[in-house]
């Protein structure tokens, strides 16, 4: 079942780099009373994700923290070396979103958002999405309905919040 409005973020283990090596940090201390933007994308470097949805929230990064959002998180179905070098490859680390490894898959299941797509060697990745929660309860939710990331976008998620 599909994640709504309304409904209350499954908690899950993502992870991080940090300093000291690979960091876990679970969905319920990362929105805790925080207003939190999550953009998923099906994969690290690939075109659409690279070239549009990253660069898209980086964008509109300044605008949404002005609008009360205190973070920006960028999640998928990689590892956290992946997430960490495509985050400095894009500037979305020097720009401050996030980027959380959701390696196991578990929140991305857990949301109801999990595809395969063995053709391109994709199985159990992210499908395209991007929600805003309130102290863990989703506000605003936007799956993408295209190929591209237009209902998924900075720009959209700018325009709902």
Same mark, same amino acid.
């Not at 079942?1 to 960091?23: K, N, Y």
């Not at 990064?61 to 992946?82: Q, Y």
């Given at each position: ?5 309304? %409904?209350?973020?499954? *908690? ?7 300093? %000291?090596?690979?960091?876990a940090v679970t969905v319920r201390d990362l929105?805790?009373?925080?207003? @939190?933007? $999550? ?7 690939t075109p659409t994700c690279h070239s549009a ?16 959002? *205190? =973070? $920006? ?14 985050? =400095? ?12 490894? %959701? ?7 857990? /949301?109801? /958002?999990?595809? %395969? ?33 237009? @209902?998924?976008?900075?720009?959209? /998620?700018?325009?709902? @919040?």
């Open positions: 079942m599909t994640i709504s409005v309304g %409904d209350r973020l499954p *908690d899950a283990t993502l992870c991080r780099l940090g300093r %000291d090596g690979p960091e929105t805790a009373g925080r207003k @939190v933007v $999550i953009f998923a994308v099906p994969g690290a470097y949805h990253v660069p898209g929230f980086i964008a509109a990064r300044e605008a949404l923290l002005a609008k009360g959002i *205190d =973070e $920006i998180i960028c999640l998928s179905v990689n590892d956290a070396h992946v997430m960490r070098h495509w985050g =400095e490859a894009t500037g979305a680390t020097a720009a401050g979103i996030s980027m959380l490894s %959701d390696g196991t898959g578990e929140f991305t299941r857990a /949301m109801g /958002m999990e595809f %395969d797509a063995p053709v391109v060697g994709m199985m159990g990745r992210s499908k395209r999405y991007a929600l805003m929660a309130e102290d863990g309860v989703v506000k605003v939710w936007h799956p993408e309905t295209g190929r591209g990331c237009e @209902v998924s976008g900075g720009p959209a /998620m700018l325009a709902a @919040v």
